[in-house]
């Protein structure tokens, strides 16, 4: 089955950089449009970065643009989040999700990681 597993959250000051991994498992990852959201608490779940599987074109949110990247390994099927310059409003727990086609569309999320940047 589908399976996404996070890792890489932690703690950190601000101004410090983290790199989140998605292990993903149970679908063709190279056909995938792959996603990282975040939810801090009392706020909705917000859309950080895509990065889509025709030509890897990339996407961010305003606020990350700039100090985050999204990368992808097919080899490996793993997404990354390159988190640099981190501010303490980045704090939030960050969930992966993927986007394909699969006799219909499928959507399906991990469990989440959670990163708090605090000094």
């Known amino acids: 089955q589908v399976r996404l597993v996070e890792s890489g959250g932690g703690a950190v000051e601000p101004g410090e950089s983290l790199r989140l991994s998605c292990a993903a498992s149970?679908?063709?990852?190279?056909?995938?449009?792959m996603s990282w959201y975040r939810q801090a608490p009392g706020k909705e779940r917000e859309l950080v970065a895509t990065?889509?599987?025709?030509?890897?074109?990339?996407i961010y949110a305003d606020s990350v643009s700039g100090r985050f990247t999204i990368s992808r390994d097919n080899a490996k099927n793993t997404v990354y989040l390159q988190m640099n310059r981190l501010k303490p409003e980045d704090t939030a727990v960050y969930f992966c999700?993927?986007?394909?086609?699969?006799?219909?569309?499928?959507?399906?999320w991990g469990q989440g990681t959670q990163v708090t940047v605090s000094s």
């Open positions: 149970g679908f063709t990852f190279r056909s995938a449009d």
């Open positions: 990065v889509t599987s025709i030509r890897n074109t990339t």
């Open positions: 999700k993927t986007r394909y086609i699969f006799r219909g569309l499928v959507e399906f």
